[in-house]
């Protein structure tokens, strides 16, 4: 398998090299030159998650032996997440919850990026990397716990994440300052998510402190949904709940199916979109958007806008102007021109069109805030399943799409997070009028619990009882500036 730049450039590329460089030369994301197909019949024949973990990738990743693969394997779907199935499928009404948060840090986010650190430094070994390497991110929430959880510990890297110092849930900070593992670092930034992101891209494109870090052994990586290492892990759960349908007797091999997707930067759905070119048989992928469904009318009339105003809502994953693995598909759609030229017109004007004959296999809704909290209540009311805001969207939205277009397919929505994370706004939902919402998270997760009649999951009771370990503050030009003190950098 080789894998390209989605805006051309020619040059290929292995998978472990892909991996190791994130990004193409030319700005663009590395694609598999083709996808591969696969024998549903066969495929199904892997009952356990990792046989099928395995089964898939290595159409993808055909450069890693079968040991190597298999090692990563083995290393992230284990005991961390609390579920055998790893991602197990709840029935719900007339519809299916795909529940992608059994993982460490109860985000979606750790069904890719358990695997990644393991991917990465097994592709360093073999093409003999020998800096240390150091992952920097940028998070809003989700993604900087999850990659902290995924590379604490593991040899031969550093993991460094800045968030906004008043731009997380307490849930989410206090699960990434209570982070063990002598190679984390966490940094509180004086400013808002955008203002964390701009200080690590303005790292990453620094060619002198670039060479500074090489000087000193080291060289840097992201952990972002851009890698190719963590949208492949990602196809796996498409097969896996299928394939549980059919199992449990709802239905047989080869009948066909959809999906509705909470999306944000577009790598969720987008793998969906692979395991159907792959062979698993889906109707219609349904991106769901909160307010900012910048998707939704891209996916109506072809037009791709983000100049519009940012909605800060209660689904912050999928608060996104701009979806980076949006690129994919074009490339896959309308090939590298058309794709190069789409994303200069993104970057000069903000906004481009494409012809949207070709994008059948989607279908796309958004849900407003007060849609959201009305789908949690009824959704509770009527089952007692208590689903996150991000998840409510999804529910929202596929009721839409099935309403409007009769369609009679089975219907499969995924969870991406574990309510236990957004306390707030589920209990707020859920607890009627009378609730006082203005207990802090700590108190509300208690609360959650005895409606819920579960326990919390056992990654967030730890973070809140854990000794505070990372107490770095930084304004946010001097972002660079802490790294270097972090890493002992002499200039
Ligand atoms: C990251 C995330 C999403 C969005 O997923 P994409 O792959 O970026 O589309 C949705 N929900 C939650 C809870 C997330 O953490």
Redesign the pocket.
Known sequence: MEYISSRGGGESFSSKQAIIKGLADDGGLFVPRTLPTVDLEKLYKNKDYRDLAYAVMRLYLTDFTEKELKDCIAKAYDEKFTDDLIAPLVKVEDYYVLELFHGATS???DMALSILPHLLTTSMKSEQVDEEVVILTATSG??GKAALAGFAGVDGTKIIVFYPEHGVSEIQRRQMITQVGENTFVVAVKGNFDDAQTGVKNIFSDKEFGENLLENGYKFSSAN?INIGRLVPQIVYYFHAYFQLVRSGEMDLGEVIDFSV????????LAGFYAKKMGLPVGKLVVASNDNKVLVDFIGDGVYDKNRNFVLTT?P??DILV?S?LERLLNFSYGEDETREHMAELGAKGVYKADISVLKDFDAGFATMDEVDDTIADVYDRTTYVADP?TAVAINVSKKYRDASKSKNKMIVLS??SPYKFPKAVMKAVGGNDFDTSMDDFALVEELEKLMNTSLPVGIAEAIKSEIRHKIVAEKDAIKEVVGEILGLVN
């Open positions: 985000a979606f986010k989700d993604t949904s909470p999306t944000g930067n577009f790598g969720n759905i689904s994953s999928m979806s693995n991000h991406t997070a």
